[in-house]
């Protein structure tokens, strides 16, 4: 569920006032940084598998974010909302540490079990001043909550998006971190919030790539008359010249490997998820013909050819076998022969760099003796 068209004003209770100003006094701290999280696709989830499913699903997630937040009593939980989680930090750099230990300790939890569906979190991190004197300004508190909620709505499962505050704050204390990638998607209009906000992605994943918020209205760079005028001559040019300027759109349908390389080694980024009958293909796919590809071990891969037409590409994949040639023969001490001698001749083919097949022979002797 997506909690971000519920928080025009998130209601804050006075117990958890009294529990925010207390975290605000043993922190001595005027700023928080406050995090807010859901899980993508829960309402979907709970429909397919049922609420028993759902809530056992949900008290996995809930463990886990309630150990990585509150570990050391580095944050603080306020509430959970559904499948939302409400939590604030004294410091922008640590909420960075935890938001990305969140998503590692959930990467975990899916490897390790297949009973439940995989856990896809998104969470929004913003820094802002809330209280004056070590009171707690609750209408401040609630506007800033409302960002934090506003910017993980852009973000996608497993993403991480911040508002700038948090990245200018956070990213001098973590600049050891080697294995910590910064992404500025550019600044973006949030519903209730009158002036763009500037996104920013953090990662930490080996191979993790950024990627832009697929919903959201960005602001352009144009002042709006350029702007209009630019529009005006692009959609006279592309008026003049659809057919051969039409750009392609690919869908794979039903089968998706999770991961798939085009041509020689650019990673396939796809939109959706893995129970959807097609998805879009993100990575920017040229027209002309092309190979897929993916590893099964480092001898043995599955390859499939791909023609890109102009207009929208309806493509079912059908993936052919390609082996590197072996030879296996076992000598048994048992055997009064103990040496085997054995040559075999293999025809095979494998891909260069363009995607072309080139056809090979090879000649293996084998050599064995016990």
């Known amino acids: 569920m997506n909690h971000a068209n519920e928080t025009n004003n998130i209601a804050v209770s006075s117990a958890e006032i009294l529990s925010i100003q207390s975290y605000i006094q043993s922190k001595n701290t005027a700023v928080l940084t406050i995090m807010f999280t859901d899980i993508k696709g829960f309402t979907d989830l709970t429909e397919q598998k049922g609420e028993q499913y759902a809530t056992q699903f949900r008290t996995h997630h809930d463990e886990i974010l309630t150990q990585v937040i509150e570990q050391d009593g580095a944050g603080l939980i306020i509430k959970f909302i559904g499948d939302a989680v409400m939590a604030v930090f004294s410091e922008p750099s640590v909420a960075v540490e935890r938001a990305l230990k969140i998503q590692q300790?959930?990467?975990?939890?899916?490897?390790?079990?297949?009973?439940?569906?995989?856990?896809?979190?998104?969470?929004?991190?913003?820094?802002?001043?809330?209280s004056i004197g070590n009171t707690l300004q609750a209408d401040v508190f609630g506007r800033h909550v409302n960002r934090a909620a506003r910017i993980e709505s852009l973000a996608d499962g497993g993403q991480i998006y911040l508002s700038y505050t948090v990245f200018d704050s956070a990213k001098g204390w973590l600049a050891n971190h080697k294995n910590i990638q910064w992404q500025n998607h550019g600044r973006y209009y949030l519903k209730g919030i009158d002036e763009a906000i500037e996104i920013y992605e953090v990662l930490a994943r080996e191979h993790a790539i950024p990627k832009a918020p697929l919903q959201g209205n960005k602001q352009r760079s144009f002042p709006k008359l350029l702007t209009s005028v630019i529009l005006v001559l692009v959609t006279v040019a592309l008026t003049a010249a659809v057919f051969y300027l039409q750009k392609a759109e690919v869908y794979f349908v039903r089968f998706y490997p999770e991961a798939m390389y085009l041509d020689n080694a650019q990673p396939i980024a796809l939109a959706g998820e893995k129970i959807d009958q097609s998805r879009k293909v993100i990575t920017d796919i040229k027209r002309g013909k092309h190979i897929v590809h993916y590893e099964v071990t480092h001898s043995y891969r599955y390859y499939a050819d791909l023609d890109i037409q102009r207009g929208i590409n309806n493509i079912e994949l059908?993936?052919?076998?390609?082996?590197?040639?072996?030879?296996?023969?076992?000598?048994?001490?048992?055997?009064?022969?103990?040496?085997?001698?054995?040559?075999?001749?293999?025809?095979?083919?494998?891909?260069?760099?363009?995607g072309d097949k080139i056809p090979f022979n090879v000649d293996i002797n084998l050599q064995l003796s016990s």
């Open 105 to 130: 300790r959930l990467d975990d939890f899916n490897a390790a079990q297949q009973e439940f569906e995989p856990i896809n979190v998104r969470i929004g991190l913003h820094t802002g001043q809330v």
């Open 318 to 354: 059908k993936f052919k076998e390609l082996r590197l040639p072996s030879v296996q023969r076992y000598v048994s001490s048992l055997v009064k022969e103990n040496k085997v001698q054995e040559q075999q001749t293999f025809s095979y083919a494998l891909y260069d760099n363009k």
